[in-house]
């Protein structure tokens, strides 16, 4: 230590003031609020305490409707404020593993259903030059409309709106907006066939 007591001198010092600023700047976008609603409800074992799931997202800031129905764990991250960004209907299931990336608004609608492990993304990149292919992060939204069911390990990507009473294949990648009580599946994602 200095005479002064109060920091390392030396190389010592200087590792650890970077250790300190890099700590800083890493905890600059911690949300505890967010960490601690949604981190203790992923502590909780899938399928079992659905109502204490919910209340721990609600006071992580996620609007949630009445009767929804989370099945077990959850990423939610993008941005400042993400859970701000992300709004699940009345009467929905979102099963466990679903990772939302909420960089811009996520809404579902009433009545969706989400598979186990499903993504949605709303961040993406331009297009870069050679020398590096993921140019600046865009992000937009993404809507799932009411009565929509999401197989599990769907992917859905930024921009995207499933049409109400569509239903997205198990292991889909979602890249263009699918229409109203229509069946779409495969990489990426093409109509199969329309729905009754």
């Known amino acids: 230590m200095s005479s002064t007591g109060s920091r390392p001198s030396g190389p010592v010092g200087s590792v650890a003031t970077r250790v300190i600023v890099a700590a800083a ?63 699940i209907g009345a009467d929905c299931f979102i099963n466990d593993g679903c990772r939302f990336d909420v960089s811009a608004e996520v809404r579902l609608e009433d009545g969706v259903y989400v598979g186990h492990d499903v993504a949605v993304l ?18 937009e939204p993404v809507t799932v409309g009411a009565g929509a069911w999401v197989g599990a390990r769907a992917t859905i990507l930024a921009g995207v709106t499933i049409g109400t009473g569509a239903v997205v294949a198990a292991g889909a990648v979602v890249v263009d907006s699918v229409p109203p009580s229509t069946l779409v599946g495969g990489v990426p994602a093409k109509v199969i066939r329309e729905l009754d």
């Open 25 to 87: 700047d890493e905890l600059r976008s911690w949300q505890p609020r967010l960490w601690a609603g949604v981190g203790l409800a992923n502590l909780l074992p899938s399928y079992t305490l659905g109502r204490a799931r919910l209340a721990l997202w609600r006071l992580a800031g996620v609007t949630v409707g009445d009767a929804t129905s989370l099945g077990g764990r959850a990423w939610i991250a993008g941005g400042s404020r993400p859970a701000s960004r992300l709004h």
């Open 122 to 139: 709303t961040a993406t990149h331009d297009l870069g030059d050679s020398s590096r292919r993921a140019g600046s992060v865009v992000s």
